[in-house]
């Protein structure tokens, strides 16, 4: 079925790297947006992309939105301990409203 | 302003028992959602509602769950009778059309 995937799954990084997630649907997404989740919190918005092609930082990350409007990446720069959490990307595959939720890439530290 | 508000936080229950799990949307928002989380199957929409209405309720896994939102400041989702199987954490979700989720803390809940 339609669906959206993300990869990595995990990503284990030392403090000061950078860290980067992939997401890509099986059909053309009228925007995609994307989540963070602490451990054993809720899911927080972080932000919508909507153009074809569309690049918006917030800090250091980085989200991309691609020419086709069917893969996304959030980049990471120099990653701090404040970054751990799982990344979700989502998108209206069923409709505007159905959000589906990739399953995630979660990012560990070590500080 | 406060955020998507939910109760309870924690639910323990037994097998067969009814749970109720309640919500309370950011204030003009028009959309409410619930989601179910669980290791196996991740982020899981449930139902949502436009106004207030039920617009899609294709993710209710049973007739033993049922939503409800009888005015734009509340709504419910119960379970009737539970199984171990819902184990999961609930949440709650509101938002303006086409803009992002906000989700509520979430209930946790356990069925023995």
């Known amino acids: 079925g339609q669906q959206v995937m993300q990869i990595p799954q995990y990503q284990h990084v030392q403090e000061g790297e950078d860290f980067t997630t992939y997401c890509n649907s099986s059909?053309?997404?009228?925007?995609i947006q994307w989540y963070k989740q602490r451990p054993g919190g809720h899911p927080v918005f972080l932000i919508q992309?909507?153009?074809?092609?569309e690049v918006k930082k917030q800090k250091r990350l980085t989200f991309q939105f691609g020419e086709a409007k069917k893969n996304s990446s959030l980049h990471i720069t120099a990653t701090q301990t404040t970054d751990v959490g799982t990344y979700f990307c989502?998108?209206?595959?069923?409709?505007?409203?159905?959000?589906?939720f990739g399953q995630g890439t979660r990012l560990t530290i070590n500080p | 302003d406060a955020g998507v508000i939910q109760s309870p936080r924690h639910e323990v229950t037994e097998m067969g028992q009814e749970v109720t799990l309640r919500c309370k949307p950011i204030?003009?928002?028009?959309?409410l959602f619930w989601y179910r989380q669980t290791m196996m199957r991740g982020l899981e929409l449930l139902i949502y509602?436009?106004?207030?209405?039920?617009?899609?309720d294709s993710g209710m896994p049973e007739d033993r769950f049922s939503a409800k939102m009888p005015n734009a400041s509340f709504s419910t989702l119960k379970i009737q009778p539970s199984e171990p199987r819902d184990s999961a954490v609930y949440f709650c979700?509101?938002?303006?059309?086409?803009?992002?989720?906000?989700f509520g803390p979430g209930t946790r809940l356990t069925v023995l």
């Open positions: 204030s003009g928002h028009d959309y």
């Open positions: 059909t053309t997404l009228s925007n």
């Open positions: 979700a509101s938002s303006l059309e086409g803009r992002g989720r906000f």
């Open positions: 989502a998108g209206p595959i069923q409709g505007a409203q159905k959000l589906v």
């Open positions: 509602f436009n106004n207030n209405v039920p617009i899609d």
């Open positions: 992309l909507v153009k074809s092609g």
